[in-house]
């Protein structure tokens, strides 16, 4: 296993960016998944559409082949969806709710035992939205408070195991 090492979600760009080349300079193994090649050298990409659930699986089974483990998992890919509720497509609504809770659920599930070895640490981007309404940001309003909800009811369920959750709001 590598001496230290992260998944990060959504690495091609903004935030996700920020934390790899982060976690690079702090000597970490940085392994990250996107559906667009990062502009910068990074130690594991994988192309990966994280709405596909075979996607996400292929793509933890690639990690712990390459690393072995993992000490964190940072599900940070997201997207907004900006509609009145009377207006939005039931398909983008999925859409969203697909990359932004049902990605990181899964893909947390999948590295629970890289996890619970390891004592590692799971960290959810969430979003401010996700505690307060915002008008016009229903669904994503929505996606977000089930994430958060999912941070906070998975905490106490794995502090048995060492395991840290960290919800960024």
Known sequence: MCKKSVLITG?????????????????????????????FNIDLWIEADLTCRDSRKKAVEEVLIQCGGIDVIINNAGIGIYEYWEEMKEEELKRVFELNFFAPVHLTKLMMPALIESKGLIVNISSVAGVLHVPVMGGYCASKFALNAFSDSLRPEVKKYGIGILNVI
């Not at 982060?22 to 559906?35: D, E, N, P, W, Y």
């Open 11 to 39: 690495v091609s760009s903004g935030l996700g960016k920020s934390m790899a080349l982060l976690f690079m300079q702090k000597g970490f193994f940085v392994a990250g998944i996107s559906r667009n090649r990062p502009d």
